[in-house]
């Protein structure tokens, strides 16, 4: 009997040596839990702590309380033209001290306090100047905590989203870079009661693989915009977004269909001339089609009272598209005129006299004939045609004579008028699209270069 109550004694006692450990690290939890309340209570009980007064300034002079800012870009969501604004989602924080909060560590065991109400600490007035929208996070608790270190330094953080406004230069629309900025400042405190400063090494960090449709995050700069009014000087700071507009989009949009609308339209350079319903069909299917997608164009973009960069491509292939439909009218109306005059002369042949009448003009002498019309040749040049002829040199006459037989013999294969626009338009009309072109990529992509700089 007496080894079975021994041997129950001692599992007792082995039960009571384990668990006094876990008995001591218990009570010891929560006499460290009720010491951050017992410093809370101490620091932000009723008559200790007035949220209405602000803190001191550094050194506890009586200067202006220094806020320290830093942010956190999570996402940018849209970029919009027509409205000029821009949504980002980001993480504020400011930091401050104040000596009201200073508090015992318990020898390094309390490295922070956690508020999630920002009503218990003075908190500074800062608001977003160029905000047109935001709102807090929420879900599933509110997205702030506030840290009260024992130094008294105090750390505010939230999660908020904001749609900010962002005027922006289509002159170069869509080759243009666009700065957009988060303006930061304070509402009632002045410089000498409040200066915000941005945090010394990163004050501004964005994601990685910041994701943008149809735009850019190039770089960001951060500086100041203290304002004046006639209330005093209010602290402001403000980061600088410079966005890059993504071009292949609207070269696959825009540029390459306008360029096979205007190719389009010379087709009925090729077609034949008596091909009425054809070419008018060809001309004002490519013209319609041209104005719609100009104005839907114009309709994703605000209306600004200069010319931009797209105006002009537009315009420009809208003219070439109108004037193949114009060189059509043209090319009718001198065919009815060949037309008639073939009439004219099928009706009236030349008569045997006009026919025989014959003119050497390479002879000094033109023998007349027996009707009393000739023409005659002088026989001695005027002092004025020979002066002239001399000062011509022999390579700049042969060269000019050459040009113009190529010309005239070339044009020779083409016995109507109508025939011969239709030829001229088909090399006249790819010629100046082509140096269109030049002039304007040139000049607008160097432009584009010279603002990125």
Request: charged share 20%.
């Amino acid at each position: 009997m007496w080894p079975g109550v021994l041997k129950l004694l001692l599992l007792l006692v082995l039960i009571t040596v384990l668990l006094h450990p876990s008995r001591c690290t218990q009570d010891k939890g929560q006499t460290f839990r009720e010491k951050e309340k017992q410093v809370l209570d101490n620091i932000l009980g009723p008559g200790r702590y007035d949220a209405r007064i602000r803190p001191s300034g550094e050194n506890e002079t009586d200067g202006p309380a220094i806020v320290r800012v830093n942010l956190f870009v999570r996402s940018i969501a849209t970029i919009s033209d027509i409205k000029m604004e821009y949504s980002v989602q980001l993480t504020f924080r400011e930091q401050w001290l104040d000596e009201r909060l200073k508090f015992d560590d318990s020898q390094g065991r309390l490295k922070y306090l956690t508020l999630t109400d920002a009503s218990r600490v003075w908190m500074p007035d800062l608001f977003f100047s160029n905000e047109k929208e935001g709102h807090f996070h929420n879900i599933i608790m509110p997205n702030v905590y506030i840290r009260i270190f024992p130094e008294g330094s105090v750390l505010y953080s939230i999660r908020i989203s904001l749609t900010l406004s962002c005027p922006m230069n289509l002159k170069l629309y869509p080759l243009d870079r666009q700065v957009c900025s988060l303006r930061m400042a304070s509402y009632g405190w002045t410089t000498d009661d409040l200066v915000f400063l941005w945090k010394e090494g990163d004050p501004v960090q964005v994601v990685k693989n910041l994701h943008l449709p149809r735009f850019t995050l190039e770089k960001f700069l951060t500086d100041y915009c203290n304002s004046k009014t006639n209330t005093g000087e209010y602290s402001c700071l403000k980061v600088d977004l410079l966005f890059k507009r993504e071009f292949s989009y609207y070269l696959i949009q825009i540029y390459i269909p306008c360029c096979m609308l205007v190719i389009v339209s010379w087709v009925s350079f090729w077609l034949d001339q008596s091909a009425v319903p054809a070419r008018v069909s060809l001309g004002v299917t490519t013209l319609l089609t041209m104005a719609t997608q100009t104005s839907g164009i114009n309709a994703s973009l605000p209306p600004v009272s200069y010319t931009k960069a797209i105006d002009i491509w537009t315009g420009v292939c809208l003219t070439f598209v109108f004037g193949a439909l114009l060189e059509f009218a043209l090319v009718n109306y001198a065919s009815r005129s060949d037309m008639h005059s073939e009439n004219m002369e099928k009706k009236y042949p030349p008569s045997d006299t006009e026919q025989s009448t014959s003119i050497d003009l390479s002879s000094d002498q033109v023998e007349p004939d027996n009707s009393s019309n000739f023409v005659m040749k002088p026989l001695v040049r005027q002092p004025e045609d020979t002066m002239s002829v001399d000062r011509m040199q022999p390579c700049e006459l042969h060269t000019q004579t050459r040009t113009k037989n190529c010309c005239r013999s070339w044009l020779s294969k083409f016995p109507t008028k109508s025939k011969r626009i239709d030829v001229i338009s088909r090399i006249f009309f790819p010629i100046v699209f082509a140096f269109f072109n030049l002039t304007y990529w040139s000049t607008y992509l160097f432009r584009q270069e010279a603002e990125g700089e």
